[in-house]
């Protein structure tokens, strides 16, 4: 499972999609979900704009496994 830190309260799926290397830009995005079945904790979602929170869980097909963690201060 890989580690993604953010310095934001939360990142939204299409942006952590981005940052990723999963999709190269945000038109490829709303396809992507419409395409494979990312689970957010367990549950399929296809909202680009769902925000993930640490502790949250990603699975991508194909790409892997991902939680969203804070950078400590």
Do not use: C
């Amino acid at each position: 499972m890989t580690e993604v830190f953010i310095d934001t309260p939360y990142v939204m799926l299409q942006q952590l999609l981005k940052m990723e290397n999963i999709v190269s830009s945000g038109g490829q995005v709303k396809w992507f979900l419409q395409e494979n079945q990312v689970m957010v904790n367990g549950e399929h979602d296809d909202r680009r704009g769902r925000k993930l929170y640490p502790g949250d869980e990603i699975a991508v097909p194909d790409f892997g496994s991902f939680v969203i963690r804070a950078h400590e201060a």
